[in-house]
Nanobody
Framework: QLMFVQSGGGLVQPGGSLRLSCAAS????????IGWFRQAPGKEREAVSC????????TYADSVQGRFTISRDNTKNTVYLQMNSLKPEDTAVYYC???????????????????WGQGTAVTVSS
């Protein structure tokens, strides 16, 4: 059973930064493609970013392009989401998940992902 443990959320002012972590528990992360999603209050869960197994291919939602960076350290069994220049509209619960071992991070779709992390809340407010 795949399990992810997330950390790193919190309250930040507009323009600030946060880094989210998604650690694999009980399995080797380097076999898996990983995606980050978010769900704002009253809205559907949406894809934020996706990273290939080796980290050489990454995609971002238009809304976060240029502000967020996804990365992975397979030696630490962890994927990160560095979020800079945060805006109030980035407020959401963020989740990591995997579509498995064979997936192209071109247009990550919610229904392709499973083994969701527990979620971590990000609030951007002054």
């Amino acid at each position: 059973q795949l399990m992810f443990v997330q950390s790193g959320g919190g309250l930040v002012q507009p323009g600030g930064s946060l880094r989210l972590s998604c650690a694999a528990s009980g399995f080797s992360l380097d076999d898996y493609v990983i995606g980050w999603f978010r769900q704002a209050p009253g809205k559907e869960r949406e894809a934020v970013s996706c990273i290939s197994k080796k980290g050489d291919h990454r995609t971002y939602a238009d809304s976060v392009q240029g502000r967020f960076t996804i990365s992975r350290d397979n030696t630490k069994n962890t994927v990160y989401l560095q979020m800079n220049s945060l805006k109030p509209e980035d407020t959401a619960v963020y989740y990591c998940a995997t579509p498995g071992t064979r997936y192209l991070c071109v247009d990550p779709r919610l229904e392709d992902f499973h083994s969701w992390g527990q979620g971590t809340a990000v609030t951007v407010s002054s």
